[in-house]
Nanobody, 116 residues
Framework: QVQLVESGGGLVQAGGSLRLSCAAS????????MEWYRQAPGKEREWVAS????????PYAASVKGRFTISRDSTKNTVYLQMNSLKPEDTAVYYC?????????WGQGTQVTVSS
């Protein structure tokens, strides 16, 4: 079992920055990758970025590449999403997940609202 808790969301003006955190606990040794997703009102959940805990690979969705950075602090069992140059279309609930062998765990989400 893996438990995930997101934090760091809030209200920010367009062009601003936020850093989201996703703290993992439980069977963290079994995590192979962690991801950030987001879901805007009335839309499907969409993938934002991933980080591979084995080789450190960090692919990004085209809509956030160059503005968002995913990183990991293994000493704190935490994954971050640094979001810069935020746009109103980035407004969504942001979720992190963790992939283990055969399971995917999700956090509860954190709201990000970008005002124009």
């Amino acid at each position: 079992q893996v438990q995930l808790v997101e934090s760091g969301g809030g209200l920010v003006q367009a062009g601003g920055s936020l850093r989201l955190s996703c703290a993992a606990s439980g069977s963290i040794f079994s995590i192979g990758a962690m991801e950030w997703y987001r879901q805007a009102p009335g839309k499907e959940r969409e993938w934002v970025a991933s980080i591979n805990t084995r080789d450190g690979g960090t692919p990004y969705a085209a809509s956030v590449k160059g503005r968002f950075t995913i990183s990991r602090d293994s000493t704190k069992n935490t994954v971050y999403l640094q979001m810069n140059s935020l746009k109103p279309e980035d407004t969504a609930v942001y979720y992190c997940n963790a992939h283990t062998y055969g399971n995917t765990y999700w956090g509860q989400g954190t709201q990000v609202t970008v005002s124009s």
